[in-house]
């Protein structure tokens, strides 16, 4: 079973929950499987969303079909330096800082970091220290936010100046 399988059981589930879902990822450890689904929403998601989407997809005889009995099943948001699983989810990113790792060794290096410049379908764009790059997303093999944490501290009013 594909990862897209896997999507078509778990989507419906995280939709009647009213979330949508982010990303699937399937870890094989040593001794068991780790079906890891992130979730967000539109509105502000906390741990009841996570909660409920995970006692419903406990109910889904497919997933212990595939998986076995013995699995382990994590239910998470992305979080603020959440993962992109594909090139649609960066289009609201732009202009934030990314942090990701190319499949390939390029300029003698697989990890970059850079602001997002813009997106399609297919390639996306950062500044990298004053240097345009594009990079297509399919090449790419770990991308995730890089979040401003003073930033976030400031708009959210926790930290005092």
Same mark, same amino acid.
């Given at each position: 079973?594909?990862?897209?399988?896997?999507?078509?059981?778990?989507?419906?589930?995280?939709?009647?929950?009213?979330?949508?879902?982010?990303?699937?990822?399937? /870890?094989?450890?040593?001794?068991?499987?780790?079906?890891?689904?992130?979730?967000?929403?539109?509105?502000?998601?906390?741990?009841?969303?996570?909660?409920?989407?995970?006692?419903?997809?406990?109910?889904?005889?497919?997933?212990?079909?595939? /998986?076995?009995?013995?699995?382990? /099943?994590?239910?998470?948001?992305?979080?603020?330096?959440?993962? &992109?699983?594909?090139?649609?989810? /960066?289009?609201?990113?732009?202009?934030?800082?990314?942090?990701?790792?190319?499949?390939?060794?390029?300029?003698?290096?697989?990890?970059?970091?850079?602001?997002?410049?813009?997106?399609?379908?297919?390639?996306?764009?950062?500044?990298?220290?004053?240097? &345009?790059?594009? &990079?297509?997303?399919?090449?790419?093999?770990?991308?995730?936010?890089?979040?401003?944490?003073?930033?976030?501290?400031?708009?959210?009013?926790?930290?005092?100046?």
């Amino acid at each position: 079973m594909n990862k897209e399988d896997f999507k078509n059981i778990i989507e419906p589930v995280v939709k009647r929950n009213n979330c949508k879902l982010w990303g699937i990822e399937i /870890l094989r450890g040593k001794k068991r499987i780790k079906l890891r689904v992130y979730i967000d929403s539109n509105k502000d998601i906390d741990i009841t969303d996570c909660e409920n989407v995970s006692k419903d997809l406990n109910y889904e005889p497919s997933l212990d079909m595939n /998986l076995g009995n013995d699995y382990i /099943l994590e239910v998470s948001t992305p979080g603020i330096d959440r993962k &992109f699983f594909n090139i649609s989810q /960066l289009k609201d990113f732009i202009g934030n800082e990314l942090e990701f790792k190319t499949k390939e060794i390029i300029n003698g290096t697989r990890k970059f970091n850079g602001k997002l410049i813009e997106c399609d379908e297919i390639h996306f764009s950062v500044d990298v220290k004053k240097d &345009f790059m594009k &990079f297509k997303f399919s090449d790419i093999d770990l991308c995730k936010l890089k979040p401003n944490y003073n930033e976030l501290m400031k708009e959210k009013n926790h930290a005092k100046y």
